[in-house]
């Protein structure tokens, strides 16, 4: 009922959540999303009352406020109308809000029933006569989420520290772990198209696959023999989605303008090795690596190089 799949960005998290909602049968009406990101908060999950201003007869202006329902609100209002049927509410990015602050009151809740005729439920209540108002099935303010209501939230590892999540908001999610292992399907992997390589500074080229650099680029970056810097920074099959009939040059696009700044500003930068490096010695700033791949010219270092012809011989 409670679940945060996480893993490194790429690896397709949210298709996992995609998948386990459409094997339930739900239909859209029942499936309630929201991304959580600094700025968002309690009021915006549950719901806050907002000014409506109205025209009279006689052109005066009036102006009221109204309880506007949150995500949350209107998910638990659906969830009730047939606690027969599933409803599910998805949370991307949980750890780029504050979590705390965002579900407030309604941590409580999320404690529940492991058995009995009350299982799924709540163990606990909050009063919450705004949230209650609309859900004729709670005769009180006494609010709880019913067996039907599910939570899947996504966590990316390499965002888990902008906002930490405690250990006791962690320990009511059940969490599942999304490997950057690649996915084949029926055979050949996914999304996995070659790679053209630099191997020298004449431009001798070898192509690659994808499915073999980022399996390279994530020893490399974890393991203490290169880079050190473990899972967190690493990145999965998805990371790149490549368009499907995409000509090599759409193909260098996409690793231009996506591979390229994460793997500067988030690994080289990152690295305090000064004797092992991501990239070859001439590159001195992002333009200059920018530029040499564009130019067709070495960017990776030497190091590298030499474990990708290791993967390839699985080796490594």
Known sequence: MQIIYYGAPGTGKSYSVDELVKASGVSDDRIFRTTFHPEYTYNDFVGQLLPKVQKTASGATNISYEFTKGVFTRALEKAYEDTAKKVFLIIEEMSRGDCAGIFGDIFQLLDRESQGVDLGYSKYFINNDIIAKDIIAITDDKVKLPPNFN???????????????????????????????????????????????????????????????????????????????????????????????GSPSDHKNQVKNKLLHYLWSDIHKSSYSTEISLFDSSITSFSELYDAYEDDKKIFSDKFLECIELWLRGSL
């Open 151 to 245: 939570i899947l939230g996504t966590v990316n590892t390499s965002d888990q520290n902008v906002f930490v999540m405690d250990t006791a908001f962690k320990r009511r999610f059940e969490w599942h772990y999304i490997s950057t292992k690649p996915e084949p399907v029926g055979g050949p992997y996914k999304n996995n198209i070659d790679i053209e390589i630099v191997l020298d500074n004449i431009s001798t080229k070898k192509p690659v696959k994808w499915v073999d650099i980022y399996g390279t680029l994530n020893k490399f970056i974890s393991d203490s023999r290169f880079l050190g810097l473990g899972e967190d920074k690493q990145l999965g099959q998805f990371f790149i989605e490549f368009k499907v009939g």
